[in-house]
């Protein structure tokens, strides 16, 4: 059974930095692309970053370029994302989740695993 887990979430001020973490179990972790996705109080989950198998094709949606980078390390089966210059609007419930191929995938239905989420809060 995959599991993922997310950490690293908390509060932190505008302008900020975090760094999420999402520790991969139970399957070969370095032939799946994964994912970031979250969801804000009263709004449904939305895409915000993917990362290919091999770690060289990344992905974002548009609010987060320039300041979110996804990355991997396969050696440590585990998907990072730093989080630079936050706003408030970045405030979510951030979720990591296991493509279901080796490719970068921006729906909710390219992916098959979830994990349980990490609660990013950025105060004004």
């Known amino acids: 059974q995959v599991q993922l887990v997310e950490s690293g979430g908390g509060l932190v001020q505008a302008g900020g930095s975090l760094r999420l973490s999402c520790a991969a179990s139970?399957?070969?972790?370095?032939?799946?692309?994964m994912g970031w996705f979250r969801q804000a109080p009263g709004k449904e989950r939305e895409f915000v970053a993917t990362?290919?198998?091999?770690?060289?094709?990344?992905y974002y949606t548009n609010s987060v370029k320039g300041r979110f980078t996804i990355s991997r390390d396969n050696a440590k089966n585990t998907v990072y994302l730093q989080m630079n210059s936050l706003k408030p609007e970045d405030t979510a419930v951030y979720f990591c989740?296991?493509?279901?191929?080796?490719?970068?995938?921006?729906?909710?239905?390219?992916?098959?695993?979830w994990g349980q989420g990490t609660q990013v809060t950025v105060s004004s």
């Open positions: 990362i290919n198998w091999k770690g060289d094709n990344t």
């Open positions: 139970g399957s070969i972790f370095s032939i799946n692309a």
């Open positions: 989740a296991r493509a279901r191929s080796l490719y970068t995938g921006l729906r909710e239905d390219e992916y098959n695993y």
